[in-house]
């Protein structure tokens, strides 16, 4: 009886054990970084952003206005739409940015 006792402790003692250095090995594994590289994102060349609004803002009725906030969105973003209005399908980071009042800020 007592030997049953004593064989199940150190069973459950060294399942535990084993449980416990497999999680760690996880755990080192992630930290590393080595398991799962992250793969680069293929570099495009950096868009022009005066010469893209001055296209998106040439219709304006306030142009001034409009490439400021063009600006601002296009280095954000690193996009600007193709037109003078509308096509934010082409770049929806354009799309969501929003002012504080939840209003669009990009034309």
Known sequence: MAFSRAFTASVLFLSFLLLHLTYANQLMGM???????????????????????????????????????????????????????????????YFRLTTRNKIRKCP
């Open 31 to 93: 930290m590393s970084g080595a398991e799962s590289p992250v793969p680069e994102a293929p570099t495009t060349p950096p868009i022009d952003c005066g010469e893209a609004c001055k296209v998106r803002c040439g219709l304006s009725s306030r142009p001034n206005l409009c490439n400021r906030a063009c600006g601002s969105c296009c280095a954000e973003c690193d996009c600007v739409p193709p037109g003078t209005s509308g096509n934010y399908d082409s770049c929806p980071c």
